[in-house]
């Protein structure tokens, strides 16, 4: 019989197993010229999701204002027409530079790099999956090519 931080670990493993082999290995390796143009010029405290995977694979969404929603309603920012994702399914929010990935209680859960996430920051190279999309974040660099 095993203990229970035996079980705990066990369930972690679980968890995040399920979606570790669809994770893409390098997300900035997979950009095409466009794409990394797009990145480029990206304007200071902006960011970018391209839609690496699903329905609207190749999709570009900025993320310039201090609040973006995500989710199946037609009124979303960011609208994601499939049936996997919820109507108000989660939040990109801007603060002091920072981008942070909010999940607004959906049905399925919104996941950061494989791992289901309530809240949490997001880095270069993040993938976030809304449903059956998958996305990659990249923000701005004032001053790098």
Known sequence: MSSPSDQNNDEDVTSTQRF????IDDPKEGLDEEELSAV???PAGSALLIVKRGPSE??????????????????????????????????????????????????????????RVESAPLSDGDEVQVGKFKLTFYSAHPGQP
């Open 20 to 23: 570790a082999d669809d994770l």
């Open 40 to 42: 480029a010029s990206l």
């Open 58 to 115: 190749g999709s570009r969404f900025l993320l310039d204002i201090d609040l973006t929603t995500a989710g199946r309603h037609p009124n979303a920012e960011i609208f994601l027409d499939d049936v996997t994702v919820s109507r108000k399914h989660a939040e990109f929010s801007r603060s002091e530079g920072q981008f942070l990935v909010t999940d607004l209680a959906s049905l399925n859960g919104t996941y950061l790099n494989g791992k």
